[in-house]
């Protein structure tokens, strides 16, 4: 990037981190009601009665989605290919969280009315081509269809997996798979001054991804220590490919955790669940983008960075908003918003 279009990226990016939310802001929104947050946010379906709770909940989500989209568009503007590409590859996650609905109700059966009814309205640059998958007959013709557009590699490694097996498990571990490969080639692209400050920061995002993949596979289901390896995409931080491999090969929930590098070890130290890591692993993610929001240089880092911290925001109000279109207690609430601890234990009946 020019010198001119990385002051005027840090500028914009700088400005519209002041909307973030700060543990006091979400808070003082969980004591708000229902009413209240409709008018904070201009959520309007959450005002009419006659819409049922469930409706409610789509809009809002699919509102909340907007609102991140909207950010991520005016973030890519003054970006060159590789920033734009960087950006555009993240949120195309919400293309194949379309394409997981979408082969969910081919492999159901379901009618078309019912899968539109469960996918997300996204722009065109990153939606997929739903006319045509609509008319897909089975999952192999919809993979097929998708590889004749930018989605091709994902929808060539996910039929070839279907293919193999017909395990739906396995064809989206695999449409996963490829999404965050493809977001780790997207990182290379990049050279000079840039280059480090959006490795460490995608590197990050694969740690994350990575360390609860190996454990989920490993424990979970059961796989096998290279049926568990091949799911992963290694990163250029900490978990690169021989710690990987030699991760897969443990035998042990709390080994594999005694054996990651520093500082995993010590910010995993306690850990008995993957509840457990799953909440630290996230707050590692958001720390780290924080470091960059507030210290970074790179624009398309801080970007990237103020995005995943925006969706974080995102996904906290919507868990908010479903607590109160619920009925959920208070406490319930705040243990959704993270502002609790879980006091929880595992195999108590839900009644209790």
């Known amino acids: ?177 490829r999404h965050y490969a493809e977001l780790a080639r997207q990182a290379m692209q990049f050279q000079g001054a840039e280059a480090d400050a959006v490795r460490q920061l995608v590197g990050a995002v694969l740690d994350r991804m990575n360390l609860l993949w190996l454990l989920r596979f490993r424990f979970s289901f059961g796989f096998s220590p290279s049926e568990a390896f091949y799911q992963l995409v290694p990163s250029k931080r900490l978990l690169h490919r021989d710690r990987l491999l030699h991760l897969a090969n443990i035998d042990g929930f709390e080994q594999v955790l005694e054996a990651m590098p520093a500082p995993l070890d010590t910010l995993l130290a306690g850990c008995s669940s993957l509840i457990d890591v799953q909440r630290c692993a996230g707050d590692m993610l958001l720390e780290e983008c924080r470091r960059t929001l507030s210290s970074g240089r790179s624009g398309i880092a801080r970007a990237l960075a103020y995005l995943i911290l925006r969706e974080h925001d995102m996904h906290q109000l919507y868990a908010l908003i479903q607590g109160r279109l619920l009925g959920l207690p208070q406490d319930v609430v705040d243990i959704a918003l993270e502002l609790a601890a879980p006091n929880c234990p595992i195999g108590m009946p839900a009644a209790a």
């Open 1 to 177: 990037m020019s010198a001119t279009d990385q002051a005027y990226l840090n500028t914009r990016v700088t400005a519209m981190s002041g909307q973030l939310l700060a543990a006091a802001d979400l808070k003082l929104l969980s004591r708000l009601d229902l009413p209240a947050l409709a008018e904070r946010f201009a959520l309007g379906p959450l005002l009419d009665d006659q819409l049922p709770p469930r409706t409610k909940a789509r809009a809002v989500e699919q509102t909340l989605l907007h609102i991140l989209l909207a950010d991520l568009a005016v973030l890519v503007r003054p970006m060159p290919a590789t920033g734009r590409g960087l950006l555009l590859s993240w949120a195309r996650k919400y293309a194949l969280f379309n394409l997981k609905t979408l082969i969910r109700g081919k492999l159901h059966e379901l009618d078309q009315a019912e899968i539109r009814a469960n996918l997300y309205e996204l722009p065109e640059r990153v939606r997929l081509p739903h006319q045509e998958l609509y008319r897909a007959e089975n999952v192999l013709e919809l993979l097929r269809v998708l590889e004749r557009g930018p989605l091709r590699l994902i929808a060539r490694q996910a039929r070839e997996s279907y293919e193999q097996r017909r395990d739906p498990f396995v064809l989206e571990a695999a449409v996963d798979q």
